[in-house]
Antibody
Framework: QLQLQESGPGLVKSSETLSLTCTVS??????????WGWIRQPPGKGLEWIGS???????YYNPSLKSRVTISVDTSKNQFSLNLSSVTAADTAVYYC????????????WGQGTLVTVSS | QSALTQPASVSGSPGQSITISCTGT?????????VSWYQQHPGKAPKLMIY???KRPSGVSNRFSGSKSGNTASLTISGLQAEDEADYYC??????????FGGGTKVTVL
């Protein structure tokens, strides 16, 4: 059974860079059938797609966040990572990693999510 | 890329049917048959309930069904049960390997 697990600091200072890693187990991140993505959810609010990456390293970002987001992949560790720079309180959210099926365009496996709080 | 529009809340009594709408544009919902729906209970990760507009993953109750007409997709829950009380989100492929979510709908079972 595929599992995804987010890891990283739960507290980040304003103006600094938020960094999270998603570790994939029970399957290979190098599959040609999937993208791997990041989604966030501010407290009490809805879901927002942040961006996605293919195992080859091709990346796709939400235009509203593109200037601050970098997603990378490490196939040797079966992991992919998110960097979000110049964070503010508005970036406080639960961050989820997920698998995206290329054939059906849906997010079929999700991590449990990790809360990141931006402090001043 | 604007969020898809969903009603903030929908409610129904046990056994009734409810429908949640999800309105996008001709650049997302209207252009692709790649709308998915997710159920999220408090403190939990979203769960895929419908994909490609109307298909159910294995293990999802057939009380959940999806459809689309033009720029609007819909999720119907039939035979409403207490366990269906949750937040529901639609999501659409928006071209160029990008995705957009709806604002979410809180379903209350009366």
């Amino acid at each position: 059974q595929l599992q995804l697990q987010e890891s990283g600091p739960g507290l980040v200072k304003s103006s600094e860079t938020l960094s999270l890693t998603c570790t994939v187990s029970g399957g290979s991140i190098s599959s040609s059938s999937y993208y791997w993505g990041w989604i966030r959810q501010p407290p009490g609010k809805g879901l927002e797609w942040i961006g996605s990456i293919y195992y080859s390293g091709s990346t796709y970002y939400n235009p509203s966040l593109k200037s601050r987001v970098t997603i990378s992949v490490d196939t040797s560790k079966n992991q992919f990572s998110l960097n979000l720079s110049s964070v503010t309180a508005a970036d406080t959210a639960v961050y989820y990693c997920a698998r995206i099926s290329l054939a059906t365009g849906n997010f079929d496996y999700w991590g449990q999510g990790t809360l990141v709080t931006v402090s001043s | 890329q604007s969020a898809l529009t969903q009603p903030a809340s929908v409610s129904g009594s046990p056994g009734q049917s409810i429908t949640i709408s999800c309105t996008g544009t001709s650049s997302d919902v209207g252009s692709y048959n790649l709308v998915s729906w997710y159920q999220q209970h408090p403190g939990k990760a979203p769960k895929l309930m419908i994909y490609e507009g109307s298909k159910r993953p294995s293990g999802v109750s057939n009380r959940f069904s999806g459809s689309k007409s033009g720029n609007t997709a819909s999720l119907t829950i039939s035979g409403l049960q207490a366990e269906d009380e949750a937040d529901y989100y639609c999501c659409s492929y928006a071209g160029s390997s990008t995705w957009v979510f709806g604002g979410g709908t809180k379903v209350t079972v009366l």
